[in-house]
């Protein structure tokens, strides 16, 4: 069976930064399964029947179960999906995240196992009340019938559009589960 390797970086209580090996794959009946070691040192034992160390409907909730097992502890998730500042991108399911800005809809679709600092690590529960209030922050939607744009202004929004749609599928290109030549495991 096939696995994509992913190194897992967190932090203890007392600061120490620990990378564990843990491997993953997604299937439609399974969802999301991640396997940490001695499973993810020896990906040929990974079997259909394998017990997954951790899973989910979504790469983001997977490592949410994860997170529930070191965070009452201390420890922290040192990867993007984990950041306060970010939350999981609904579109995609896969290993990417959006960053969030306050007062802004735009959000940036981002590699969710990029590194972040200590101090930019969150509960689970301090990220999804995080996401909360970027949600309560957003400004409320046009009324209906309102000022019509010039067409110079659609065509801009369009444009800008387009520009967000070609960046994204470029990361989630670089980024997908798809099996790269030379990749065995």
């Known amino acids: 069976m096939w696995t994509k390797k992913q190194a897992l970086v967190t932090s203890r209580a007392d600061g120490t930064i620990e990378i564990l090996p843990m491997r993953y794959n997604v299937s439609h009946q399974r969802g999301w ?15 259909e ?12 909730d997977a490592l949410a179960m994860f997170r529930a097992t070191i965070e009452p502890a201390g420890g922290r998730l040192l990867q993007a999906m984990a950041s306060r500042h970010c939350w999981m991108d609904a579109g995609t399911y896969d290993r990417f995240c959006r960053r969030l800005t306050a007062g802004s809809v735009q959000t940036e679709l981002i590699d969710g196992f990029l590194p972040i600092e200590p101090l930019e690590a969150a509960t689970l529960d301090e990220q ?27 065509a801009l929004d369009q444009t800008n559009a387009s520009i967000l749609a070609a960046r994204e599928a470029a990361i989630l290109a670089r980024g997908d589960l798809a099996r790269r030549d030379g990749d065995d495991s």
């Open 49 to 60: 029947d394998s017990v997954p160390s951790f899973r989910g409907r979504s790469l983001f």
């Open 33 to 47: 399964r991640c396997f940490l070691s001695p499973l993810a040192d020896d990906p040929a034992a990974i079997t």
């Open 128 to 154: 999804r009340a995080s996401h909360e209030a970027w949600v309560a922050s957003l400004p409320s939607p046009p009324e209906p019938g309102g000022p019509p744009k010039s067409r110079a202004m659609r």
